[in-house]
């Protein structure tokens, strides 16, 4: 029989052949989230199927449970089965390969009979792929090349939303057990990285065995690797690394500062405490010091403001603290509106409605609808008389909610820099956010030049997704960002901080670099769906890695004033 695991897989597995087949992001998307939902399922599966009330589970709606119900009572899946009907063996590791398409796939087979990424190896070794119809020594030398990158790869990651909630998974059974004093999180996923190796907690009591047997005893905890007295290393059912350290609650504080790092951080901050001789020296490795109440502590008596986690990467932060200049970073309390948010008009999977009762319900004063724009025909942009309909609709729900709704779009910034609605139209909108949404390949001085028209417009526009990063698939664009900074700097604009964890963009350094120019920005969760809007304290994190302060983020402000800064 399946269990929990294995319908997650089939479920993984059928998010996968719909990607391979082209089907749109979000459907493939729903798979995923239903097979992450089953893998952090807190209730029994038997008894879930059993009164049928898998939909009560979140991320898991009609459809998505019949198909669980399916593989949980068959053990088969018809969906799978029709999707794999046609396609060659081994179809979903090659698909890894960059640059194979499914058609290339079907020809690799056809010809070679290949059927896995060792046989694609071969064969490219000994110079057979090449002679295939639609390719040639050179796209055999980039599939070589492209397979040597995947033997390198590291896949034992998380998203960072994926990462805080498996953590926080993993605190709650840890607070089950009595003995347990205080424990955190440390490590990258305290400093909020886009990318998690490793979940580390360290963790405060006098009885450090009771919590250790206690983590043992944690579902998903596959695989020990370590284990003594006060420490623990395993890796959880998905392959990631987690740690657990415990130490007698007077060390706590300062090996919670220790494990969570940046090493780089650490070292500065050593270099002071011995140049002035202070007694207490901030360790790296285990911090066995003891007796200090909290981290503010600690930098103060080192002289320095107090530096937030996510700050801590030794990119200036420790100078600034010591001159004093370090900003107060912005506070996910601070954000009042929801920007930058999709319904069911475009790809979203929510109604106007749907979307504002949850806002409201997250305590936001307004929210911004912004579907896509007409050429954006993949993600079901809207046309003109649709978006007419739209705004009928939201001064419907208007009358409906007391959060206040703002008509806007994220308009596609086309190939020649010109935006995807005429003038009188984007004049109409409360806001627009304007995203590259095709052709990411344009060389740098193309895509430079496509930017600075399109930021330069008279029209005051939020740059989405500014560099178009998906994580960890596709990396930044490239253009000369320093120079479209200066730009925007000077223009009608402002720029997303965007808290999809698959785009985290635009990144820190270049958050930081953009605030030097006294350039604001709105942090938006670019949700797709009710779901989609829990992202925002991620949207926030990375606004604090770059440093921002409340003051330099709009969407801290009343509605009234947010209207006037957006649409001047
Ligand atoms: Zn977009
Ligand atoms: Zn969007």
């Given at each position: 029989m399946k269990d929990r695991f294995d319908i997650a897989a089939d479920l993984r597995t059928i998010a996968r052949l719909l990607e391979i087949k082209g089907e749109n992001r979000f459907k493939t998307l729903a798979f995923i989230r239903g097979a992450e939902a089953l893998g952090s399922l807190e209730g029994d599966l038997d008894d879930l199927v059993k009164d049928r009330r898998l939909r009560e589970i979140p991320g898991i709606g009609n459809a998505l449970s019949s198909i669980i119900e399916e593989i949980y009572s068959t053990g088969e899946c018809w969906m799978l089965q029709q999707l794999c009907q046609g396609l060659p063996p081994g179809v979903i590791e090659l698909s890894d390969v960059p640059g194979l398409s499914l058609k290339k796939i079907i020809a690799l087979y056809d010809d070679l009979r290949i059927e896995s990424v060792a046989d694609l190896k071969a064969a490219c070794k000994e110079g057979l792929v090449g002679n295939v119809k639609g390719f040639g020594t050179k796209s055999q030398a980039r599939i070589l090349a492209g397979i040597e990158k995947l033997e390198n790869r590291d896949e034992n990651f998380l998203l960072l939303n994926q990462a805080v909630e498996q953590a926080e998974q993993i605190l709650q059974h840890l607070r089950t057990c009595s003995e347990l004093i205080d424990a955190q999180v440390a490590g990258a996923l305290r400093r909020r990285?886009?990318?998690?190796?490793q979940i580390c907690i360290v963790a405060a009591s006098d009885q450090p065995r009771a919590v250790i047997d206690r983590f043992l005893g944690f579902p998903p905890l596959a695989h020990t690797d370590e284990l003594d007295e006060t420490r623990c290393r395993g890796r959880l059912a998905g392959g990631l690394q987690t740690e657990l350290v415990v130490v007698s609650p007077d060390a706590y504080i300062a090996t919670l500062h220790a494990r969570t790092g940046s090493a780089k951080h650490l070292a500065k901050l050593q270099e002071i405490s011995h140049s002035r001789e202070l007694p207490y020296l901030v360790e790296c490795?285990?911090?066995?010091?003891?007796?200090?109440?909290?981290e503010s502590e600690i930098y103060q008596h080192l002289g320095l403001q107090y530096i937030p986690p996510e700050l801590r990467e030794d990119e200036g932060e420790v100078e600034a603290a010591s001159n004093g200049t370090l900003p107060q970073p912005l506070a996910l309390e601070d954000i009042r509106g929801m920007t930058h948010c999709h319904t069911d008009y475009s790809d979203g999977r929510n109604s106007i409605e749907e979307m504002a009762l949850a806002a409201q319900a997250m305590g936001m004063s307004y929210l911004t609808i912004t579907d896509h724009s007409q050429s954006a025909s993949y993600a079901g942009g809207l046309g003109i008389d649709r978006l007419r309909a739209q705004w009928d609709e939201i001064a419907r729900v208007q009358e409906r909610v007391s959060i206040r709704l703002l008509k806007g779009t994220e308009s596609d910034i086309l190939e020649d820099g010109s935006l995807d609605y005429p003038d009188y139209l984007l004049n109409q909108f409360d806001i627009v956010i304007a995203s590259i949404h095709a052709r990411h390949k344009m060389d740098a001085d193309q895509m430079t030049r496509r930017l600075l028209r399109a930021l330069k417009l008279p029209i005051f526009k939020v740059w989405g997704h500014p560099l178009g990063r998906l994580i960890p698939s596709r990396p930044p664009f490239a253009c000369r960002l320093e120079e479209v900074l200066d730009a925007v700097a000077e223009s009608r604009c402002a720029i997303e901080v965007n808290g999809d964890p698959h785009r985290l963009d635009l990144e820190p350094h270049w958050i930081r670099l953009a605030r030097n120019r006294g350039i604001k920005f709105i942090v938006s969760t670019d949700a797709h769906s009710i779901a989609g809007l829990a992202n925002l304290p991620v949207g926030v994190s990375m606004a604090r890695r770059g440093w921002l302060m409340r003051g330099e983020v709009?969407?801290?402000?009343g509605v009234e004033d947010f209207m006037r800064a957006i649409h001047p």
């Open positions: 990285q886009e990318t998690i190796r490795g285990g911090g066995k010091q003891r007796g200090m109440g909290s709009l969407n801290t402000l």
